[in-house]
């Protein structure tokens, strides 16, 4: 037996087109190609295995001394 591809959902997600931020609906087996959607889903759960595109960069903040 295979493993799941990565950019496969394992559950139905919505959210916004992001070219047109028009709702969108994906559901359960979807294979989702394009980064953009992927960094939109950001519940591990929702994938059926580890999405491929990485993960949102950390936002670094400088610390100031007052």
């Known amino acids: 037996m295979t ?4 950019n496969v959902l394992a559950a139905t997600v919505h959210l916004l087109d ?3 931020r028009e709702p969108l609906v994906l559901t ?3 294979e989702v190609t394009d980064p ?5 889903i950001t519940n591990p759960a ?3 295995g580890s999405p491929t595109a990485p993960a949102r960069p ?3 903040t400088k610390v100031t001394q007052d």
């Open 3 to 6: 493993a799941p591809a990565p």
């Open 18 to 20: 992001p070219a047109s």
């Open 28 to 30: 359960v087996g979807t």
């Open 36 to 40: 953009a959607v992927t960094e939109q």
């Open 46 to 48: 929702c994938w059926a």
């Open 58 to 60: 950390v936002r670094k």
